[in-house]
């Protein structure tokens, strides 16, 4: 008898596992990356008169759209593309010297003016316990310290932009989603570009490349001290308003 | 004549195919790699306006912090074509959307202020929409809010 061979394994089964994985994969997954811009918003409280912060225009850059994307950078009808621009002067106005009074005021904070603020607070908070000005004390309470982190780190006394100084932007109730995503898009490009430009001063290397680092470290640490300081030295203070005919 | 004989009645291949499921393999290997899970396919409209200044959300998508909602006019044109709220499968009112973020974050077992919310919207809805939408979130504490949008240079 002719000795017979042993068949061979058939492996074609195997493709047809394959593709069914496949198959599973290409219906389940989208190779679309989710991306956006973060927006921070802020805790609705009812601050009483009295400890309102008073707010010069001067400290103040409103940016408004209509429903027919014209847009007015404090009055002034503007382009999209010299918004960034005048973000930019915003910031940088004032921020080595007192040049010009129709910007925002920069004030030195050393390490006396944080501890002053946070005895403040502190006193404050012990004769207080209403909860929700208790949140908002920490919260600022907070922030008077990782200020003194960033002069210890930079060795001495910084300028930082008034406390109240911000960016509005006011839309309409009709105005596109498509108009405000442009603005944000050159207000956040602005405020980014200046902290590169810092970060690259100080550390060597640009906030953005941190940024990115950072969130592909699965923990988020790294770079999050140098982040941290960038943020407070360029604070991006961007607030939506109300459209004026919201009902 | 006698030279041609006919082969065994055994189909042995003529091409080797062992190397099929690999190639397979391969290209299994690059889908479960480049992509992400899809999550609700949306019952809205949603064209994304283009920003060059986005964050990748998907390392909040890993680490379970975010919640995707859809605003947009809907698909079929039997839901009607105002601008709808899409709460993962169903359509919601932006009142509604407190209650919505609440138990989403009660099932992650996260804190309020900790979940991203990104809001898919299209381009052309308008902004009270949105701003109604953000004024529910903000009233449940839920602050930390994603505008969605397409990376790549906006046109103006």
């Known amino acids: 008898m002719a000795k017979r061979s042993i068949p ?3 492996a074609g089964s195997m493709a047809d596992i394959a593709f069914l994985l496949l198959i599973f994969f290409l219906v389940t997954t989208t190779m679309d990356k989710d991306t956006g811009m973060l927006r921070q918003m802020s805790v609705k409280i009812d601050v009483p008169e009295d400890m309102q912060i008073d ?5 103040l850059m409103k940016i408004r759209a209509n429903a027919q994307n014209q847009i007015q950078v404090r009055s002034e009808l503007t382009d999209i593309a010299d918004i960034k621009e005048k973000v930019d002067y ?6 080595f010297t ?3 009074g129709d910007f925002p005021e920069y004030l030195t904070v050393n390490k006396y003016t944080c ?3 946070i005895v403040a607070i502190e006193k404050f908070l012990d004769a207080n316990d209403d909860p929700a000005f208790v949140e908002f004390k920490e919260a600022e309470r907070r922030e008077w310290e990782k ?8 060795k001495g006394p910084y300028r930082e932009m008034h406390r109240s100084a911000a960016i509005q932007i006011e839309l309409q109730t009709k105005t596109h989603y498509e108009i405000l995503i442009s603005i944000m898009n050159e207000v956040k490009s602005a405020i980014n570009d200046i902290r590169d430009e810092k970060g690259k001063e100080i550390f060597g290397i640009p906030y953005r490349t941190m940024v990115q680092k950072r969130d592909l470290d699965g923990k988020g640490n790294l770079f999050k001290d140098e982040i941290s300081l960038l943020e407070i030295l360029v604070p991006e203070r961007i607030v939506e308003l109300k459209p004026a005919d919201l009902q | 004549m006698a030279k041609f004989r006919k082969e065994g009645g055994k189909a042995s291949p003529a091409i080797n195919t062992s190397a099929l499921p690999d190639i397979i393999f391969m290209l299994l290997f690059f889908f479960m790699v480049a992509t992400t899970s899809k999550d609700i396919d949306p019952m809205v409209k949603v064209e994304r306006p283009k920003s060059t200044e986005t964050v990748d959300l998907t390392p909040f998508k890993q680490r379970n912090e975010i919640d995707f909602v859809f605003i947009g006019k809907p698909l079929k044109a039997s839901f009607g074509d105002q601008v709808r709220l899409q709460l993962d499968g169903q359509f919601g009112d932006p009142e509604n959307i407190g209650k919505w973020k609440k138990v989403k974050v009660d099932d992650k077992g996260a804190q309020i202020e900790n979940v991203i919310t990104c809001l898919k919207t299209d381009k052309e809805v308008g902004y009270g929409y949105i701003y109604k939408v953000k004024e529910a979130l903000r009233d449940v504490k839920a602050l930390q809010v994603a505008y969605g949008a397409e990376q790549g240079k906006p046109k103006y």
């Open chain 1, 90 to 95: 915003f910031y940088k106005a004032n921020m």
């Open chain 1, 8 to 10: 061979e394994i058939n």
């Open chain 1, 147 to 154: 200020r003194l982190n960033v002069i210890n780190t930079l």
């Open chain 1, 115 to 117: 501890d002053t603020s």
């Open chain 1, 55 to 59: 707010v010069r225009k001067r400290n």
């Open chain 1, 98 to 100: 007192d040049a010009d």
